[in-house]
Nanobody
C-alpha cells in the first residue's frame, strides 16, 4: 500500500502561483510513476501532468503546458506541481496518483493508477 497526502492548495487570484505537494509513504517511492489530476465541480476528473519514476520524463495536458511544472524529490518521497499564471478555469480539487512502474509511459487515464490521495482544493478568483 502507498499512502498519498496532498497539500498546498488554497485561494489565489488569477495570475498568481501555487505549489502543490504530494507526500508518499508506505513503499519505495522511486518505484512509482506519479501523476496529477483535477476535478472541477460537476465535471469529470482530468489529467494534468505525469512524471516518471526518476523524474527524467514528464507529460502535460495542453491546458497547463507552459504554466505548470511537475517534479519530484525521491529523497523526500514527495512530488510537486508548481502552478504559475493561474486562471479561474484551473479551479478544482487536485489529486495525486501513483502507479507501480519504472517504465515511462505518459499515463493520462486515471484507471492506470493504483493509488490516490484525498485531494487538495485550488480556487482561482478572477
Amino acid at each position: 500500500q502507498v499512502q498519498l497526502v496532498e497539500s498546498g492548495g488554497g485561494l489565489v487570484q488569477a495570475g498568481g502561483s501555487l505549489r502543490l505537494s504530494c507526500a508518499a509513504s508506505g513503499r519505495t517511492f522511486s518505484n512509482y510513476a506519479m501523476g496529477w489530476f483535477r476535478q472541477a465541480p460537476g465535471k469529470e476528473r482530468d489529467f494534468v501532468a505525469a512524471i516518471s519514476w526518476s523524474g527524467a520524463y514528464s507529460d502535460y495536458a495542453d491546458s497547463v503546458k507552459g504554466r505548470f511544472t511537475i517534479s519530484r524529490d525521491n529523497t523526500k518521497n514527495t512530488m510537486y506541481l508548481q502552478m504559475n499564471s493561474l486562471k479561474p478555469e484551473d479551479t478544482a480539487v487536485y489529486y495525486c496518483a501513483a502507479k507501480f512502474s519504472t517504465v515511462w509511459d505518459p499515463r493520462r487515464r486515471g484507471t492506470e493508477y493504483d493509488y490516490w490521495g484525498q485531494g487538495t482544493q485550488v480556487t482561482v478568483s478572477s
